[in-house]
């Protein structure tokens, strides 16, 4: 074992600036803690919210009515949008690890290249799913 | 003679393949629901209700419900142990984390059956 190695300070704990403003991910790695974000996000809060509003939709013609009017708010479209690009990402992410389990887009270059694909195609179906609703 | 496997007991591969079979049947999901959606335009109560009443819809809707918490509990599970030091509390959070995905399917049979 070479001395430099075994002084080195093990382990390292990086601090928050470190993990905000001096660790550049490559674009896999976006798409990877993205991925993670956005799973997160689904389960919790918008799963419950979902539910919610089908919910009340389902429930009676005013049910529906209100939820219409509610999703007209800004607020609730800011949560919409910021929804659909959880899911797009998360489905678009989902389906490149898919793809890697079977040893597609597997080397340096192409799994830098999928990894732009998702990002562009979910911000795109974001774009494209919001223009449909507004 | 001692025939043990050392490597564990290979539950991982089963959460791994779960999360994947689970994730396929989500995609499907929401490519019918998508399509469903885009064809009926403008989207009333009535088309609306008309499309949850229909038992296939029920069923599918149900199916990834199912999908959905099994596929999350894994996922949710993987970002306690990595983040989540102690002991006592990622365990607290996971039981949390069951029983809010316990009540989500629990409500979306409310929803589909009522």
Known sequence: MSSAAAKKARPKYLSLRALLLEIRLPLPGWVSILHRISGALLVFPFAAWLLYLLDASLASQAGFDHIRHYLDLPIAKLGLLVFIWAYCHHLCAGIRFLLLDINRGIELQSARRGALIVLVVSLALTAWIGVLIW | ?114
């Not at chain 2, 290979?10 to 490519?31: C, E, F, N, P």
């Not at chain 2, 993987?78 to 990622?90: A, C, E, F, S, V």
């Open chain 2, 1 to 114: 003679m001692v025939n043990r496997v050392i490597t564990g007991a290979h539950y991982g591969t089963r959460d791994w393949l779960a999360q994947r079979i689970t994730a396929v049947i989500m995609v499907v999901y929401t490519l019918i629901v998508f399509v469903c959606m885009l064809g009926a335009k403008p989207i009333t109560y009535g088309v609306w209700r008309d499309l949850f009443s229909q038992g296939w819809m029920r069923v599918a809707t149900l199916l990834f419900a199912v999908s959905l918490a099994w596929h999350a509990w894994v996922g949710v599970r993987d970002i306690l142990m990595d983040y989540i030091k102690p002991d006592g509390l990622r365990l607290a959070l996971q039981v949390f984390t069951l029983l809010l995905l316990a009540t989500y399917v629990a409500w979306t049979i409310q929803v589909l059956w009522r």
